[in-house]
């Protein structure tokens, strides 16, 4: 196996190591061996031995020498050039106080003199056999080296102590043999469990920090990543971090089931990889959030990395044969003018990516001071809002909607106020998209449709009322319901009420939206196309759905882009609602000039603060009364 294979060179390495690094018992070793042979020269003259004995002391040195050399530097990367250079000195210097012991037996010198040189081989050889464990050649080799000289000096001498001494000694060397080889047995298993634990912990730590659907990072592989870059950044760097979120990714979940919502997110994930430059940091941010962190030189190169992620992510996905249409948000921060750290960085994309969110998706916003301000708002907005309901500073104001014709008012439009105690007067672009985040919009909504429907049930019976209904309150449980009890409550003919929903509301293919309108149109309730132009130029939806009238949105009546253009557009829809018999309302008439600019593109109806503010509805019966007394006809009409 290769991997053991690598195991074991890993575990020799280490124990080559090891023979090194006691360059104390080694000395020691030497000084016994160079003494014991000096002595063996000295005391029985013998010029063979003394020679032995040069040489001896010699490689014992230079072994010394070298290996105290050694300790001070890394070893490992030498270690089988050393290996062999240990082999070759371990050799010569173990067969050399052998060689001593065995001449001293063969040449008959001093009885003293051979128990010492012989003693001295066996102890070498067993003391080396043990040492050397982590490298049974090098030990046993030694062993044999030191030991059989020695028996072959006492088997050639032939007395019966020797030859028993020759025995004794040839029986020490498979006994130490055995014992070297299970120490390194032993050695060579702690090593291989130790490296298997080490790349076990490595190998859970990296599945920790990464994401199994997609194999980007998780939250904990981000941080991981993101500290590391952090410390890698050498400072006029700018980093850019880009929080998306996907915008239709839920609804592929709930309908499709999560085996086709992981498949849309690895695709993602795939998508987000090719278009991220090199060195990229990526990651899931649970759900269907991603981040991407890169350094990007200029705000500009910024803007086009977020332009191709969306034009990417926009393109539909297929997923076993469907095709799936999902779509981002994204909040991008730079680092360092939006913040200086990770953290405030991530705050920053965080609150952006919230911005471009509410502004209708699939869209990336950059942070920007201000968004910070206005969270603060959006926070205090959602406290204050669920009290106000129960505490009777909301109100409902009316503003008359004119047939263009005749000058008289036919429909009043309902539009909610609130008067804070203590802030004065809010906006309902304020507050109406933080209750519709917050659900409030539900109970606030049929609130407002049964004050509505309440008001208008005091006026005369030709006029009708228009209340104003969020997407989010439609696609509600229940939400024809809430509509139906506002009338019941009321006693109003559903005829005398009208629903004006946006664009937007068909925005996403939503079964419930079309209930909800047949449901409420067959009972007579009518419908009107709000803000119209503003939104998402399909008009499949004119056709689907039976729309009474539309409201072409202030924009194209007065403001700064009013021109030929916008009088073209207000003719076409004009046009298009004489023939397809919708009234067409122009919103936002301020001047006599807008009035009869409208009026003479084709336009029914006129809605604005030339004809009046929205007012209270003690105000709105006054202004039908004012309106009837000038018209005496009327008034017995009404
Ligand atoms: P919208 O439905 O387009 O309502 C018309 C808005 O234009 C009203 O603002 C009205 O006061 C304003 N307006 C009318 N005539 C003129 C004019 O001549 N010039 C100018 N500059 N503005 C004019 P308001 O009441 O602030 O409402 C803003 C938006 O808030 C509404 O737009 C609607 O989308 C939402 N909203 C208001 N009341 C309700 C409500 O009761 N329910 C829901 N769901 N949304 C509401
Ligand atoms: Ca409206
Ligand atoms: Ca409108």
């Known amino acids: 196996m290769k991997g053991s294979g690598s195991v074991d060179d890993r575990a020799r390495s280490l124990l080559v190591e090891t023979l090194y690094t006691q360059p104390a018992s080694l000395a020691i070793g030497a000084a016994n061996g160079i003494i014991s042979s000096v002595i063996a020269a000295w005391i029985s003259g013998n010029r063979a031995i003394a020679i032995i004995a040069a040489i001896l002391t010699a490689v014992a040195v230079a072994r010394i020498a070298f290996s105290v050399r050694q300790a001070r530097m890394h070893p490992l990367e030498y270690s089988r050039r050393l290996e062999i250079l240990y082999e070759l000195g371990a050799f010569t210097y173990a067969a050399l106080i052998g060689l001593v012991a065995a001449l001293c037996i063969w040449f008959h010198v001093d009885g003293q003199v051979q128990v010492m040189t012989v003693a001295v081989a066996l102890c070498y050889g067993t003391g080396i056999a043990a040492r050397n464990a982590g490298r049974p050649i090098i030990a046993i080799g030694q062993l044999f080296l030191a030991q059989v000289p020695v ?9 019966l102590t020797y030859i028993f ?17 299970n120490v390194f047995k032993v050695l060579r298993k702690s090593i291989i469990a130790a490296e298997t634990s080490a790349r076990l912990a490595d190998k859970m730590q990296a599945l920790a920090r990464t994401d199994v659907v997609t194999g980007l990072a998780n939250r904990a592989g981000l941080n991981h990543q993101l500290v590391e870059k952090q410390m890698a950044l050498c400072d006029p760097h700018k980093l850019a971090l880009f929080w998306l979120d996907l915008d239709r990714f839920k609804e592929v979940n709930d309908t499709l089931g999560h085996p086709v919502g992981d498949r849309v997110l690895a ?45 990417d992510l926009g393109r539909p996905f297929r997923v076993t044969g469907e095709r799936l249409e999902v779509g981002c948000s994204m909040g991008i921060a730079l680092m360092p003018d939006d913040g200086a750290d990770i953290d405030r960085l991530m705050q920053a994309a965080d609150l952006a990516l919230y911005h471009a969110k509410i502004n209708g998706r699939n869209q990336a916003s950059f942070f920007d001071p201000s968004m910070t301000r206005d969270l603060v708002r959006r926070k205090e907005i959602e406290a204050e809002l669920r009290n106000a309901l ?23 439009e309902a539009l909610v106020r609130w008067f804070h105690p203590i802030k004065g007067e809010m906006r309902p672009d304020e507050f109406i998209p933080v209750a519709e985040e917050t659900g409030v919009i539900i109970t606030l909504g049929n609130w407002i449709a049964t004050q509505a429907a309440r008001a208008c049930a005091q006026w005369p019976e030709d006029v009708t009322v228009a209340v104003n209904l969020s997407p989010l309150q439609i696609k509600a449980p229940g939400a024809a319901l809430g509509i139906l009890n506002a009338l019941k409550e009321a006693n109003l003919d559903p005829r005398r009420l009208e629903l004006e929903v946006t664009e937007s509301l068909f925005l996403e293919d939503n079964d419930n939206t079309g209930r909800f309108i047949e449901e409420l149109s067959a009972k007579g309730i009518r419908f009107a196309l709000d803000d119209f132009g503003t939104g998402y130029s399909s008009l499949g939806y004119i056709n689907k759905f039976p729309f009474k009238k539309i409201k072409v949105d202030r924009s194209f ?3 700064p882009n009013v021109g030929r253009k916008s009088d073209a557009i207000i003719r076409a829809v004009a046009e298009m609602g004489s023939t397809l018999e919708m009234e ?35 105000l709105a019966a006054m202004l039908l009364a004012q309106e009837r007394e000038e018209d005496p006809r009327r008034r017995v009409a009404g």
């Open 151 to 159: 028996i072959i000096a006492l088997l050639s001498i032939g007395s």
């Open 584 to 618: 067409i309302v122009a919103e936002g008439l301020e001047t006599i000039e807008q009035v009869q600019a409208v009026k003479e593109a084709g336009c029914t109806l006129g809605q604005g603060y030339y004809f009046s503010r929205a007012v209270p509805d003690h």
């Open 390 to 412: 129960q505490q009777d500073e909301l109100s409902i104001f009316f503003q008359p909607i004119v047939d263009l014709e005749t000058g008289r008012i036919r429909t009043f």
């Open 165 to 181: 001494l020759a025995i004794t000694v040839a029986l020490l060397l498979p006994a130490m043999t055995s014992i070297s080889l």
């Open 557 to 559: 009546v007065s403001g």
């Open 267 to 311: 695709e993602v994930a795939v998508r987000l990889r090719d278009q991220a430059p090199p060195g990229a940091t990526i990651a899931r941010f649970g759900g269907d959030e991603f981040i991407i962190v890169c350094e990007l030189p200029t705000r500009f190169e910024s803007e086009r990395l977020a332009g191709a992620i969306l034009e």
